[in-house]
Structure formats: C-alpha cells, structure tokens
C-alpha cells in the first residue's frame, strides 16, 4: 500500500516519516522545490526533536521520497495549512488547491484524510464537492475522512504515535478504511465518528483552552482590582478535586488556540459570545502587562527595560501570534522606554528590533520584564542579575522566575503588591 502525503510542514512531514519507518512507500509532496530538494537528500526543513535522524534514514532506505506533484496511491493525507484572513475567517484555499492536485490521480477505493485544521462542515460543503465536480462519487467511490492532528510542537514523533486519533469519516465505511491507515503505524486509540464531529471536536479542545486561559486572565485584573492575590486563588481553588483554574499570562499566542475559536465564530456568530468574549480577553493581555510596566515604572526616568523571551510559549523557537512579540513592540515603540531584548532561542531575522545577550540586556535596566517561560529563566542567578541591573525589579508574566533574597519579582497576579 502507497500513501501520498500533501504538504511537508510541521505535520505532513513527520507524518510520512512515520508511515515509510513502517515500512510504507511514502511520496511527500510540496510546492516548495527548497523542500522536495532537502527531503530527497535525507535533510528537513524544519526544527522537531528526533525529526533529522528519522528523516534522513528513511529516505536512505527508499521508503521516504518528496515530490513536487502527486502520485496514484491507495491513500492520500492532505496536512496543509489554513492560516486566517484579516476578517478573522478561515482560509480553506491551500485545503482546496491540494484536493484539487489530487483529483486526477485519483482511484475507486483510493482513501482521501484531511488533517489541517479545518471550519466545521468543510469536509461536506467543500472538500466532498471537489470530488464530485471531478466524477467521483464521494460517498461511495472514494472513503474521505477528517482526522486532526493533536501533536505538541517538541514532542510531535512521539505524540503522532501514541496520542488518540479522531477519525470522521463521510460515511462509517469511510472512517473505517482511513481508521485503518492510521492503525498501521499509532498505538493509541483510533476513534471512528463522523466528519463534522471530528471538526468540532478538534476546534474545541484548543477552545476549552483558550476558553479556560481568559477566564484565568479575568481573575488577573478582578484581583488587581480588589487587592487580592490571583496565583493564592488559583492555588487554592485548584485544590478542589474537579477545579482546575489555568495561569494567567501575558496572552495566547501560536497558530492554534489564538486562531482555532475563530473558525467556530465563522460558522455560528450568534451563538457563540462566550468564545468570541475569551479571545478578545485574551488580546487584551499585552496592553494590560504594558500599561503594569508604565506603573511599575512610573517613578523612573528614562526606563531601560529588559525584555526576556519573545516566543509564545517556553522552550520553542515560535514566534508566530506571539503575545511577547506585540508587548516588546509596543514597548519599543513606547516614547517613554529604552528596551533591550534578549531570547536564547530566537533568531535576529526572527524579530524586527535588536536582540542582545543576557548580560548586555540587563546592564543598567530598571526592570526585567518576562515574557516566555523558557528554563534559562528558572535558573537565573541572583548575584549576576543584582550587578548587572540598575534597580532590582523583575516582572514575570508567566509565574516562572524562582524566589531571591533581595530582588523583587512581581508575577502578574501578585498586583497587590505594587
Ligand atoms: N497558555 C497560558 N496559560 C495556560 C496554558 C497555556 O497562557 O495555562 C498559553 C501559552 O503560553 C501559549 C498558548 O497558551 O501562548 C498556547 O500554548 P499551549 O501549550 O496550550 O498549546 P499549543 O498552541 O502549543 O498547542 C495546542 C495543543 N492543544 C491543546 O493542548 C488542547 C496541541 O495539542 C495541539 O495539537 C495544537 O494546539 C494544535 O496544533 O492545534
């Protein structure tokens, strides 16, 4: 059996290097030659733990090859992405295009996955179309099935084998045969539902979080507001057995839980201002931790603040929809402060303002201000940043700087304090 993988992203890639070290014949398409040139000489494009070694050994082995067109095949797997318009509504075209470069290879019997992420009902009102615009019949010449990935960016080899697989089928045959492509290489459940279950299923998991975010984000500012400790809260109201508060932060960022809840608003505006309310609590973070910085700041003149992390979450090298990015560009382009930026893990082309080592960016800086969790910033040495700073202040958006003697931290839900 062949499987031809549509797009050799974050997903499309690990994916068919997963079904070839099974032993699969594996075809990965792309539209970038950059791509398809690496992949054919064993190297990948992109940053994932194991990703390289994997790569390259089953592109040795001849199981694993790119393309920059389709191939006949007995299953397809279209993992492309669907970034959003300005509007806030989905784009489907790459979804689209890719269904419609397999068409003319396309077989009785072939198995059709779309991975990417998708509006509810797209499978039905769009992809299904394309199929019987060409002369299929969707539902019964060809098996088509949504199946989302749920994989966590640094741990996506082991996630894409061990997690539960959702499998909305066309039809109960349809998330049969496709339940069974993935029942080759994944050793966690393989769940067979139907297509718009699996859509919705999908956009609410990254809903319940962002969801569950902004209402941890709203006891920030209640508590600053009535002078109580947030994180005392959130500790102890999790200490009830079917409580469990999230953290607050400077606000949501990535491609997934800043974007998914708006491919729900799409579909059913009217029903939806619980979601629609959390995503724009959420954007309202960055202006909150700014208007925090002004306050903590306030008796100071000339501000120098050390900005540390930009990603939008710890330990990645993402920058995408990041909350720290859009805090430290407000900042910069503040009248009032000098910022100085520091991320290990990012790189210059990465950003549009200067990043400088850890030593440069605290020397003479009133204030450290934290915006990723990265585990550099756990381990911070008192004396190192004490000499280096000007006055010993640190505020840490995301509850991660460890304790010290004499300088201050404030967390974000510690605003009592100020
Ligand atoms: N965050 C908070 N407070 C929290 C947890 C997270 O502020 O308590 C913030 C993070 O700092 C970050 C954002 O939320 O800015 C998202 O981070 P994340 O670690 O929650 O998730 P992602 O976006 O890296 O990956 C998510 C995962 N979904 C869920 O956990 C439900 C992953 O499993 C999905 O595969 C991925 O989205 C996706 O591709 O949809």
Same mark, same amino acid.
């Given at each position: 059996k062949k499987i031809c993988v549509i797009g050799l992203?974050?997903?499309?890639?690990?994916?068919?290097?997963?079904?070839?070290?099974?032993?699969?014949?594996?075809?990965?398409?792309?539209?970038?030659?950059?791509?398809?040139?690496?992949?054919?000489?064993?190297?990948?494009?992109?940053?994932?733990?194991?990703?390289?070694?994997?790569v390259k050994e089953v592109v040795e082995s001849g199981k694993l090859r790119g393309s920059l067109t389709p191939e006949d095949a007995d299953a397809f797997i279209i993992a492309v992405p669907t970034p959003i318009h300005e509007d806030q509504t989905a784009n489907v075209n790459y979804v689209v295009n890719a269904t419609k470069a397999i068409v003319p290879y396309l077989k009785k019997g072939n198995v059709i996955i779309v991975e990417s992420t998708i509006p509810p009902r797209t499978i039905n009102d769009v992809v299904a179309p394309i199929i019987e615009e060409n002369g299929f019949n969707p539902l019964e010449d060809v098996y088509l099935a949504h199946c989302p990935e749920r994989v966590l960016p640094g741990r996506i080899l082991i996630e894409l084998i061990e997690n539960t697989r959702i499998v909305g089928g066309i039809t109960p045959e349809a998330s049969k045969q496709a339940g069974d492509v993935?029942?080759?290489?994944?050793?966690?459940?393989?769940?067979?539902?139907?297509?718009?279950?699996?859509?919705?299923?999908?956009?609410?998991? !990254?809903?319940?979080?962002?969801?569950?975010?902004?209402?941890? !984000?709203?006891?920030?500012?209640?508590?600053?507001?009535?002078?109580?400790?947030?994180?005392?809260?959130?500790?102890?109201?999790?200490?009830?057995?079917?409580?469990?508060?999230?953290?607050?932060?400077?606000?949501?960022?990535?491609?997934?839980?800043?974007?998914?809840?708006?491919?729900?608003?799409?579909?059913?505006?009217?029903?939806?201002?619980?979601?629609?309310?959390?995503?724009?609590?959420? !954007?309202?973070?960055?202006?909150f931790v700014v208007s925090q910085v002004e306050r903590l700041t306030a008796e100071v003149e000339n501000p120098v603040i050390a900005v540390f992390g930009l990603t939008y979450k710890g330990n990645i090298d993402d920058v995408r929809e990041s909350p720290a990015l859009d805090i430290t560009k407000m900042l910069v382009?503040?009248?009032?402060?000098?910022?100085?930026?520091?991320?290990?893990?990012?790189?210059?082309?990465?950003?549009?303002?200067?990043?400088?080592?850890?030593?440069?960016?605290?020397?003479?800086?009133?204030?450290?201000?934290?915006?990723?969790?990265?585990?550099?910033?756990?381990?911070?040495?008192?004396?190192?940043?004490?000499?280096?700073?000007?006055?010993?202040?640190?505020?840490?958006?995301?509850?991660?700087?460890p304790q010290f003697q004499d300088l201050v931290v404030y967390r974000i839900g510690d605003l009592t304090n100020l």
């Open positions: 992203g974050y997903i499309g890639l690990p994916t068919s290097a997963i079904f070839a070290k099974a032993g699969i014949e594996v075809v990965g398409v792309d539209v970038s030659e950059k791509v398809v040139e690496k992949l054919n000489k064993g190297e990948v494009h992109i940053e994932e733990v194991g990703l390289p070694e994997l993935y029942r080759q290489v994944v050793t966690g459940d393989v769940i067979e539902t139907e297509a718009v279950t699996a859509e919705m299923s999908k956009l609410m998991e !990254n809903t319940f979080r962002d969801v569950n975010i902004a209402l941890a !984000n709203e006891l920030v500012k209640i508590s600053a507001k009535l002078n109580v400790n947030a994180h005392d809260v959130i500790e102890l109201a999790n200490k009830h057995p079917r409580v469990n508060l999230h953290q607050p932060g400077p606000g949501v960022g990535g491609h997934c839980l800043a974007v998914d809840p708006y491919f729900i608003v799409e579909k059913a505006m009217g029903e939806s201002p619980l979601i629609q309310t959390a995503r724009s609590i959420n !954007n309202s973070m960055p202006e382009n503040h009248p009032k402060f000098t910022v100085k930026a520091h991320d290990p893990h990012v790189r210059d082309e990465q950003v549009s303002f200067p990043l400088y080592s850890f030593e440069e960016s605290i020397k003479d800086a009133h204030l450290v201000l934290v915006l990723a969790d990265h585990n550099e910033f756990k381990v911070m040495d008192e004396k190192v940043l004490a000499d280096g700073l000007k006055t010993g202040v640190i505020f840490d958006t995301k509850n991660c700087v």
